[in-house]
């Protein structure tokens, strides 16, 4: 039987690498965006196209328990695999710090991947095999080079991994945490600062031992193979993707 990956955040940049190799190894992937147009293109994209879903949704938005239950009871789909690609950084994030933005930057980062994993957690108990959880954090999380609310929250997000991941382990739930340093991509922050300030983007590339920023394809296999791997012992983990850092 295919297994299936719920991605969010998947029809941008590094969400739709995962999304792309996952569906190589082929997974069925439930793609989440907010734009339906992008969604469709991303989903011609994927290997096997006609086998994938597309939940079309804010994650942002207040009802987003009974959103996901309409879809998954709707196409009676559990995911094997959730991957938590939502994430980043709100406009104001700085110091002194606006505990507006702080709260926005906690909702995005940390609160709506505990609404998703609340909602599938109950329906994971009792199955006989593993069903991962996989949160993307940040480098930035353990060196806090990066706005503060941003890496306040991913670091609030590792513990959270670690905390769940006592809690569940006995229930076969494996959940980890990724921590890329930078990524470039088309849509990325740093493509805008290579343009307007290539000064400093030139300063952190050569902080980096690759003296490069990766890419989502060089990151992405690492991510595959926690989800292709029978094994519990990668749960609680923090996986640094940092090159080196
Ligand atoms: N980029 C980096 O340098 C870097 C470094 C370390 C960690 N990370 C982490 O990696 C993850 C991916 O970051 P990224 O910067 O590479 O992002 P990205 O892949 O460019 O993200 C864009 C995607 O997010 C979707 N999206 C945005 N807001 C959404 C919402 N409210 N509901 C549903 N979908 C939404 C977009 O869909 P629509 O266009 O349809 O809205 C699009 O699919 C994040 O967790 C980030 O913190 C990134």
């Known amino acids: ?25 082929d997974y069925i992937i439930v793609l989440n965006g907010r734009d339906r147009v992008k969604l469709e293109k991303a989903k011609e994209r994927l290997c096997n196209k006609e086998l994938h879903y597309i939940f ?10 009974s959103e996901l239950d309409s879809f998954f009871t709707l196409h009676n789909l559990l995911p094997n695999v ?15 710090i606006n505990l507006d933005v702080l709260s926005q930057t906690m909702h995005l980062n940390l609160n709506i991947s505990i609404v998703i994993n609340n909602y599938f957690i109950e329906k994971f108990k009792d199955l006989q095999e593993i069903r991962k959880i996989i949160h993307i954090s940040s480098s930035a999380s353990t060196t806090g080079n990066a706005s503060p609310c941003y890496v306040m929250s991913k670091a609030a997000l590792n513990v959270y991994v670690k905390n769940m991941a006592r809690r569940y382990a006995l229930e076969k739930i494996m959940i980890c945490a990724i921590l890329p340093n930078i990524i470039m ?26 003296k490069e920023f990766s890419r989502p394809q060089q990151l992405v296999p690492y991510i595959s193979a926690v989800c292709e791997i029978d094994s519990m012992y990668a749960t609680g983990s923090l996986i640094n993707l940092q090159g080196g850092v």
Request: aromatic share 10%.
């Open 56 to 65: 079309c949704f804010d994650l942002t938005k207040e009802n987003l328990q």
């Open 1 to 25: 039987m295919k297994k299936i990956a719920f991605v969010t955040a998947s029809s941008g940049a590094f969400g739709f690498a995962i999304a792309l190799d996952l569906s190589k190894k």
């Open 185 to 210: 991509h088309e849509t990325s922050d740093w493509k805008d600062k290579e343009l307007n300030n290539p000064e400093y983007f030139n300063k952190r590339v050569q902080e980096t031992p690759l």
């Open 82 to 96: 959730i991957i938590h690609s939502l994430g980043g950084k709100i406009s104001g994030d700085e110091h002194p």
